[in-house]
């Protein structure tokens, strides 16, 4: 195999055969926010070779304090374009191919089937979050769902589990509640936080209203970090599923 220069690097960390099985490896990402940009940056820089993108929104000025595809030349350009974009300028032999829709029960089998590789769940609305991970865990599919980022400054508190261990995450309650209205009772692993949420004076939010479409919904805060590691601990996580040994003698916080 000849290692382009570019992932070298990675190639001497894990060898050749690993590098070999990201090239091959696809991954599909649900929501290119705060958590899913991180995600897509890191597996894109780790040589994956197949990405199928899925988001609805733009890029807006709100964006900026958390998300890596906001910058001022991307404002009010679509978010699956920028990303598809940074991806071939990291990797040009990448594939990428993008769904700039609202992801819903009534799309995924078109968008998933027959081979997605690798899902990603970075949606923050409850409802298709719920729909993914359904869909997921009844068509039998590998998937990490990230749980809220927002509200939370300690990296610390970044923990790794399935989805019951989630405690003190309203998302993660709403969500479970949801699934189980669904008949899933199990089988869901998230990145999330043992943090409970705090607003901008340190209070504990009060959710009044479901994440909906067109993302009506309370607005949290959030901080860079918090969002870039919950990314980052999903992009970890994907490629321990691809590698399996050569990965898995790390752990994060694991709540297992």
């Known amino acids: 195999m000849i290692i382009d220069e570019k992932f070298s690097r990675l190639?001497?960390?894990?060898?050749?055969?690993?590098?070999?099985?990201?090239?091959?490896a696809k991954v599909t990402i649900f929501g290119l926010g705060a958590?899913?940009?991180?995600?897509?940056?890191?597996?894109?820089?780790?040589?994956?070779?197949?990405?199928?993108?899925?988001?609805?929104?733009?890029?807006?000025?709100?964006?900026?304090?958390?998300q890596l595809l906001a910058l001022e030349q991307n404002l009010d350009i679509p978010k699956v374009v920028v990303a598809q974009e940074r991806v071939?300028?990291?990797?040009?032999?990448?594939?990428?191919?993008?769904?700039?829709?609202?992801?819903?029960e009534s799309n995924l089998e078109e968008i998933l089937l027959p081979s997605p590789g690798i899902v990603i769940d970075a949606i923050d609305s409850l409802k298709p979050k719920a729909d993914l991970v359904?869909?997921?865990?009844?068509?039998?599919?590998?998937f990490i769902s990230s749980l809220g980022a927002a509200g939370r400054i300690d990296p610390?508190?970044?923990?790794?589990?399935?989805?019951k261990e989630a405690t003190n995450c309203s998302l993660g309650r709403r969500l479970r509640k949801r699934l189980k209205s669904k008949g899933v009772f199990q089988g869901v692993r998230c990145v999330y936080s043992t943090q409970e949420a705090l607003n901008?004076?340190?209070?504990?939010?009060?959710?009044?209203?479901?994440?909906?479409?067109?993302?009506?919904?309370?607005?949290?805060?959030?901080?860079?970090?918090?969002?870039?590691?919950?990314?980052?601990?999903?992009?970890?996580?994907?490629?321990?599923m691809i590698l399996g040994e050569e990965l898995s003698g790390c752990s994060l916080g694991r709540a297992e």
């Open 11 to 24: 190639s001497q960390l894990l060898g050749e055969d690993a590098l070999s099985r990201l090239h091959k």
């Open 35 to 66: 958590v899913g940009s991180f995600a897509l940056e890191a597996l894109a820089r780790s040589g994956i070779g197949e990405f199928i993108l899925i988001d609805f929104d733009v890029v807006k000025p709100a964006n900026f304090n958390r």
């Open 88 to 104: 071939k300028k990291i990797n040009p032999r990448c594939k990428v191919k993008t769904h700039e829709l609202f992801a819903d």
């Open 134 to 142: 359904a869909f997921c865990v009844k068509q039998k599919l590998p």
């Open 156 to 163: 610390f508190s970044v923990r790794v589990g399935e989805l």
């Open 200 to 240: 901008a004076k340190g209070e504990i939010v009060k959710d009044k209203k479901e994440y909906r479409r067109g993302r009506e919904r309370v607005p949290i805060g959030s901080v860079s970090y918090m969002t870039g590691i919950f990314g980052l601990v999903v992009a970890y996580e994907v490629l321990k």
